[in-house]
T-cell receptor, first 111, second 114 residues
Framework: KQEVTQIPAALSVPEGENLVLNCSFT??????LQWFRQDPGKGLTSLLL???SQREQTSGRLNASLDKSSGRSTLYIAASQPGDSATYLC??????????WGAGTKLIIKP | NAGVTQTPKFRVLKTGQSMTLLCAQD?????MYWYRQDPGMGLRLIHY???????AKGEVPDGYNVSRLKKQNFLLGLESAAPSQTSVYFC?????????????FGPGTRLTVT
């Protein structure tokens, strides 16, 4: 059974720093991996989707990587801003087509 | 184009009461999903629908029922609410279920059962 883990559960960094969020999974048989952002009282917003055949995806200051052999994905945020404060979730799509979710990392960017 | 909307945003129920959560999407998506999110856990799939008139069980379906009478609406029902059903409920929709299709989420419904 696929399990998705995100460590740490919470992270606080000063504004301007580059940071990395981690997502690990137990079964390498995945179709894709998505990173989402969740703001309080709002829905989830998809940030990046990496297909199983891809190694990374980039969008603006965000870069997500995927290493299936080691069961890891990272979300790199460059030059962090207070507006980046949110909970970041990763989700795996496997053969059943259902999404398996991590519990998220709550990120706080201090001005 | 409102995307995915959920009604209500907040609700407090007493144990044993029933209620229905409404999800609506205006993107003509075939697939719709209901998830619950509990503290310290990832989202878990309750039920989903692959088209009008069809529904299927997800990971945690017990205690919930769903209906998809219209393509744009997906209803989640709690017949006899229990404190264990206190959670934030998210609805999502997607155009397809293949690897290239993203799910679009509503803002969530915070349900407390006392």
């Amino acid at each position: 059974k696929q399990e998705v883990t995100q460590i740490p559960a919470a992270l606080s960094v000063p504004e301007g720093e580059n940071l990395v969020l981690n997502c690990s999974f137990t079964d390498s048989a995945i179709y894709n991996l998505q990173w989402f952002r969740q703001d309080p009282g709002k829905g989830l917003t998809s940030l990046l989707l990496i297909q199983s055949s891809q190694r990374e995806q980039t969008s603006g200051r965000l870069n997500a990587s995927l290493d299936k052999s080691s069961g890891r994905s990272t979300l790199y945020i460059a030059a962090s801003q207070p507006g980046d404060s949110a909970t970041y979730l990763c989700a795996i799509r496997g053969p059943s087509y259902q999404l398996i979710w991590g519990a998220g990392t709550k990120l706080i960017i201090k001005p | 184009n409102a995307g995915v909307t959920q009604t209500p945003k907040f609700r407090v129920l007493k144990t044993g009461q029933s209620m229905t959560l409404l999800c609506a999407q205006d993107m003509n998506h075939e697939y719709m999903y209901w998830y619950r999110q509990d503290p310290g856990m990832g989202l878990r799939l309750i039920h989903y629908s692959v088209g009008e008139g069809t529904t299927a069980k997800g990971e945690v379906p017990d205690g919930y029922n769903v209906s998809r009478l219209k393509k744009q609406n997906f209803l989640l029902g709690l017949e006899s609410a229990a404190p264990s059903q206190t959670s934030v409920y998210f609805c999502a929709s997607s155009q397809g279920q293949g690897t290239g299709y993203e799910q679009y989420f509503g803002p969530g419904t915070r349900l407390t059962v006392t």
